[in-house]
């Protein structure tokens, strides 16, 4: 009788391991394969969904992956926001910029979110406004502060209007945030591009140190 019982036990732990594991298979594919809301509005310059924002239109493509609350990323823009403007304006790259929002989760707010759904918003408006909201962004990033919104809705549409976005459906779409759902495509779509940190550059698809010098590997 006890070895019976123990023989029953056993396939009883057994079936619950199988059960956990099929789970955690279940989760891993699913994860992996869910590439956000279906119905998420897009920007006017993001081409596909779950996409970057499109600017320029040179033979080089430029692709950047960034949160706007990443350190590395702030320094990076301050070191070549300019020269990239200066490179679209003379028609030598297609920039393309993906935003990330990883660094909610880690420091306990929804800034990430808040300020790419804006850049969807600015991106609405034009290629300029894109890159001039895009860069005034970083220039106001704080440190990093676990457990405090790095800007507020006020902030962001501030330095919209500083960049010359002005209007109610400006104020709107960033106080509601109408591209939160591309924003989390964009999320799931750096898996699939096999981006694992930010800031990722990207020349012709092929990997750019931050640090290095942007205008002679774009030449």
Same mark, same amino acid.
């Given at each position: 009788? #006890? ?10 732990? @057994?079936?619950?391991? !199988? ?7 279940? =989760? ?5 394969? #869910?590439?956000?809301?279906? #119905? ?15 600017? @320029?239109?040179?033979? $080089? ?22 020269? +990239?403007?200066?490179?679209? /304006?003379?028609? /030598? ?6 935003? &990330?929002?990883? &660094? ?9 979110? !808040? ?14 406004? !894109? ?6 962004? =970083? ?11 790095? *800007?507020?809705?006020?902030? &962001?549409?501030? *330095?919209?209007?500083?960049? @010359? ?8 779409? $960033?106080? #509601?945030?109408? =591209? ?5 495509? +964009? ?33």
């Amino acid at each position: 009788a #006890d070895s019976r019982r123990r023989r029953l036990s056993n396939l009883a732990v @057994g079936a619950v391991v !199988a059960v956990v594991a099929v789970l955690i298979i279940g =989760y891993a594919w699913w994860a992996a394969n #869910d590439e956000g809301p279906t #119905d998420a509005a897009l920007p006017a310059l993001v081409e596909t969904p779950g996409g970057g924002v499109v600017v @320029g239109d040179g033979p $080089v493509d430029l692709a950047l992956w960034e949160d706007f609350q990443c350190p590395g990323c702030k320094t990076f823009e301050e070191a070549n926001a300019d020269l +990239v403007r200066e490179r679209v /304006d003379a028609g /030598d790259v297609t920039v393309t910029i993906h935003p &990330l929002s990883f &660094l909610d989760d880690k420091l306990g707010n929804s800034s990430s979110v !808040a300020a790419a759904s804006a850049l969807g918003c600015a991106a609405d408006v034009g290629e300029a406004e !894109a890159l001039d909201f895009h860069q005034i962004v =970083y220039v106001n990033q704080p440190p990093e502060t676990p457990g405090q919104e790095a *800007w507020s809705t006020e902030d &962001l549409i501030g *330095w919209g209007k500083d960049v @010359g976005i002005e209007g109610s459906e400006w104020e709107s779409c $960033v106080t #509601d945030q109408t =591209y939160a759902g591309w924003v989390e495509q +964009v999320a799931k779509s750096q898996a699939a591009a096999n981006v694992s940190q930010t800031p990722t550059v990207l020349i012709d698809g092929e990997a750019f140190e931050p640090g290095g010098d942007l205008n002679a590997a774009i030449d």
